[in-house]
């Protein structure tokens, strides 16, 4: 049973005495019931809580626990109770006398330390504690071992065991960690997780013994083998000796390689990735949850919806060093309480707590109070109040310095008397309070003099803080007054400013549709040191096999004609004008890599682009889902890596906010004036609006919904009007009414749709959009017929679009292999009204008109691939600061060519991607063994003995 069922059954006078050791206020004062109760709650959850109470126990403290939790349902009779827990007293107390496997161990000393640290006064403080800890690190003994021998007779004879029964139940039963309910002894089962791993019982012996059986009899026998036990016997009896031995899990996964750990994750279906150690953790935490029995169960069950981020309010870097304060028990309470990983060192620790979706505020709430307190002492801070008051403290620190500077728009005339005006320091600041300029501002405003003061004040904190989240951002505009209204738009200015500026100092990861904005720039910039980073970039995509994401100029060849026409009718897109092209090559011909550079291209002049991939998941048959992938797959030059409509619906917002303001005269600068600002603003939105209700009525109420949404901070209705212009389908039909709107996205509103939305990004300041759409080749195999005829009806409607230039703003490209478009059965030809659109009527020689609608890739010669074999060459030299001229010569390049040129005469009769890849791996081999050159790895030496000793001995 859960602690809350059982708490909830209790008086006010039973739940006062379980607080009183929990919670300073409740003796002076009458706290509300359910407060009193999460307190209880968070208390007995705690590991340091439950640690410090009952791992020094007298006995027969643990035998009371033991005998709970080795029952189903943590439960059991109060009737003959008493009579059970000493049974099994006289059952440890002759297992410790006679238990043998503990002999490297040296189990007396240990007994005779243990008793003569409870013969003192019959208690064990922190220092003896210590001492027993520091003890039974060093003679191996484990936390099991370590209850079994306090049951020793030497150590039994200290007390009279039949009246400690009662002392040790009413302790337990006072403090809460046993409970009653319907006439039983309860241990609540999150209780018992802190009880077990107190104990070191890291599986109960049913979950164990399944684990067990996982091994192999030989495997199990050789495992006891190594700890000198008896190997003879059935599996089923090895299994009892190993829970008899009190063998820690962890130590007896321990013992087996990593391979023969995954190959059972392979077959429980349990993760395998990560360390030895992260699988071993996952390993037990799928048979503690017992998740092997319930695995036909959950297979039927859809996954739940991930939880949803919730608002940040702190700087990261402060936050990660209060996390660092607290202790390894404390942030095991915290990731055990949001169903994370226990395992690994502190700093593993503290990224997940920061990776979770919980905030700093649900996060800090999950401590108790003392532990909060602490805390606060530690950064200086009042320790009294209640526990939200501790929190809210907590949460107000921020890293600032109080400077004098002319450009400082309040004057600063005294710091908080907690903290001296030192650089770094931490001052609580209010909203009402004057606040002092970021660390770094000085430098910032010597660097960035055209900048804004807004713009500076966040390029200070970020340039300090290396990364601001959005709930970050949100802080810092209401503790410096920024009038900030859409933060999403505004760092997006910024960050295109930085790069007109070329000062590409932020970039943008993302989770979900949160922002997390990160300093990336060295404070001296030094063109050698990009110049290697970019060339590294390149070399490590190539070496996995995958296209570069950046700095594609530095290794593109050839295709000079295909590139300046896509070029030249993506800059007549920014005129308000339509285009469409498929680009025609078999695999290896460099189609991904032509598209991904004009992706490049695109970003680098500032159109937004959307890139997708044709799949079973994602097919052209299906107008809204095509859509929706349209809109998953958005890109800005300013945010790379993820969905960027939400930052485009700001975008255009803020851009309609700056017109207002300049034709008003308002500073928007200035907080004061946002209120004012926004009463405007809602006019001339209503006037933009009306132009695109001409061309989708449901996308202008959306957006109007989704500007409310800002305007009064409900984020419910911002996301709901995003999800339905977004094409969702999962809309209540309250939400519906919320936005204003009815019904779903229909085939038939796909394409106004799409007007809509580049209207949108055009009005964002965007100079339209690029729209690739890869592996067309893909519709031949889709299994019915109808499906493939849909999707080539949709290929000819965007067409059409494109013709009538009703999609201004957008260049549509399309990739597929030469099969697509000659397939008689399943390809363009297989439909007329395509074919006709698309296919040459007329084809002469080897000339090519570019302005046709099929761009042909030829096959990489031996000629061009030769160019890029040499500029990955240069390349590589550059990355590793390495003389690659004089280790892979011209000459045994153009060698190693021939021969992977050979059989094919000038076509390559292999795919350029694993070629790059071989390359590279030469490249390796010379670079990292020295002495080692490109010409000694050709043919004629490939049984050459000696080399290959050489390189291995390297």
């Known amino acids: 049973m859960k602690l809350l069922s059982i708490l909830e059954s209790y008086d006010t006078a039973s739940l006062d005495q379980l607080s009183s050791d929990k919670i300073d206020e409740a003796i002076s004062l009458r706290l509300p019931q359910s407060v009193i109760v999460q307190e209880i709650i968070s208390a007995l959850s705690s590991q340091s809580y439950i640690s410090d109470k009952i791992l020094y126990s007298r006995p027969p403290a643990f035998a009371i626990l033991n005998l709970i939790l080795q029952s189903p349902s943590f439960m059991m009779d109060i009737e003959d109770f008493r009579s059970k827990v000493l049974i099994h007293v006289k059952e440890l107390s002759a297992r410790a006398d006679q238990d043998t496997s503990l002999a490297d161990k040296n189990p007396k ?507 079973h998941d994602q097919p052209l048959s299906d107008l809204p889902i095509f859509f929706s992938g349209v809109i998953n797959g958005l890109r800005t030059p300013e945010k790379t890596d993820s969905g960027a409509l939400v930052d485009i619906l700001e975008s255009w917002l803020l851009n309609v906010h700056n017109k207002t303001a300049r034709i008003e005269g308002i500073d928007i600068s200035n907080g004061d004036n946002s209120e004012k600002l926004i009463k405007i603003v809602e006019k001339s939105i209503e006037v933009e609006l009306a132009n695109l209700n001409d061309i989708e009525p449901g996308f202008s109420q959306a957006l109007r919904a989704f500007y409310e949404g800002k305007v009064t901070g409900n984020l419910e209705l911002v996301s709901n009007a995003v999800a339905w212009i977004m094409g969702s389908r999962s809309l209540s039909a309250q939400a519906l009414r919320d936005i204003g709107v009815k019904g779903i996205l229909e085939s038939n509103n796909v394409f106004p749709r799409m007007r809509a939305l580049l209207e949108i990004i055009n009005g964002a300041s965007y100079k339209g959009l690029l729209l690739l759409v890869d592996e067309l080749e893909l519709v031949r195999k889709f299994p019915q017929a109808r499906q493939r005829e849909m999707a080539l009806e949709t290929l000819r409607l965007l067409i059409d679009e494109a013709g009538r230039n009703a999609l201004p703003g957008c260049l549509i490209i399309f990739t597929g292999t030469d099969e697509f478009f000659e397939d008689e059965r399943f390809g363009i030809k297989s439909y007329e009204a395509l074919a006709e659109r698309v296919l040459p009527l007329y084809t002469h020689d080897k000339l090519v008109a570019m302005r046709q609608p099929i761009i042909s890739l030829e096959a990489l010669d031996s000629e061009r691939l030769s160019h890029v074999i040499f500029k990955i060459r240069d390349l590589y030299g550059i990355a590793y600061g390495w003389d690659a001229n004089h280790y892979a010569d011209d000459t045994s390049i153009l060698k190693l060519i021939e021969e992977w040129t050979m059989f094919g005469g000038e076509s390559i009769d292999r795919k350029p991607r694993p070629i790059l890849r071989e390359f590279i791996q030469m490249l390796d081999l010379c670079e990292e063994n020295k002495g080692v050159y490109l010409s000694q790895f050709l043919k004629k030496n490939i049984f050459d003995s000696a080399l290959v000793d050489s390189v291995n001995s390297n």
């Open 109 to 615: 000393l240990y007994i005779k330390i243990l008793k003569r640290a409870w013969e003192n006064d019959g208690l064990i403080d922190k220092s003896e504690a210590n001492i027993l800890e520091l003890v039974k690190s060093e003679l191996g003994v484990w936390d099991r071992e370590h209850f079994v021998l306090m049951h020793h007779t030497s150590i039994l004879d200290l007390w009279n065991i039949e009246q400690e029964y009662f002392a040790a139940r009413n302790f337990l039963l006072t403090t809460g960690i046993v409970l009653t309910h319907d006439n039983k002894y309860v241990i609540a089962d999150d209780v018992a997780i802190p009880i077990r791993k107190t104990f070191g019982i890291e599986l109960m012996d049913e979950p164990y013994k399944r684990l067990l059986n996982c091994f192999k009899r030989e495997d199990l026998a050789l495992l006891l083998g190594h700890y000198q036990l008896n190997v003879g016997g059935t599996k089923d009896i090895l299994i009892g000796r190993i829970l008899g031995s009190l063998i820690p899990v962890s130590d007896v996964l321990g013992y087996f390689n990593l391979e023969e750990l995954r190959e059972i994750c392979r077959h429980e279906n349990i993760p395998v990735a990560g360390s030895k150690s992260t699988v071993i953790a996952n390993i037990i935490r799928f048979f503690d949850d017992e998740m092997d029995l319930k695995l036909q169960e959950l297979e039927t069950v859809a996954p739940g919806a991930p939880p949803e981020y919730e608002p940040r309010e702190m700087m990261q870097e402060v936050y990660a060093k209060m996390l660092n304060v607290l202790t390894i028990q404390q942030l095991y309470d915290i990731l055990r309480q949001n169903d994370l990983m226990t395992s690994g060192s502190k700093e593993e620790k503290i990224k997940r707590v920061m990776d979770s979706y919980m905030s700093e505020r649900s996060i800090f709430s999950l401590l108790r109070k003392e532990d909060l307190s602490q805390l606060c002492r530690k950064f200086n801070l009042a320790v009294t109040g209640s526990k939200q008051e501790l929190v809210g403290r907590l949460l107000d620190y921020v890293p600032v310095v109080a400077i004098t500077t002319n450009e400082l728009p309040v004057v600063i005339n005294e710091v908080p008397a907690l903290v001296t005006n030192t650089i770094g320091s931490f001052i609580p600041v209010s909203n009402s309070e004057p606040v002092a300029l970021p660390i770094a501002w000085d430098e910032v405003n010597s660097k960035f003099p055209n900048y804004s003061y807004g713009e500076k004040i966040v390029l200070a904190i970020l340039k300090d803080a290396k990364s601001i989240t959005e709930q970050d951002l949100t802080r810092i505009v209401q503790k410096h007054r920024l009038g900030w209204f859409l933060h999403k738009a505004h760092m997006a200015e910024l960050i295109a400013k930085l790069r007109r500026d070329n000062k590409q100092y932020i970039q943008i990861k993302s989770i979900q549709n949160n922002n997390i904005y990160q300093w990336t720039a060295n404070d001296i910039a030094d063109s050698q040191i990009l110049e290697k980073k970019s060339a590294r970039d390149i070399i490590d995509a190539l070496r996995h096999g995958v296209v570069p994401k950046h700095n594609l100029d530095l290794l593109m060849v050839g295709q000079q004609t295909a590139r300046k026409h896509l070029s030249d009718i993506l800059m007549e897109v920014n005129a308000n004008k339509t285009h469409f092209k498929f680009i025609k090559g078999q695999y290896g011909s460099g189609k991904t890599f032509l598209c991904s550079w004009l992706r490049e291209f695109a970003l680098n002049n500032e159109f937004a682009v959307s890139f997708m991939n044709i799949s």
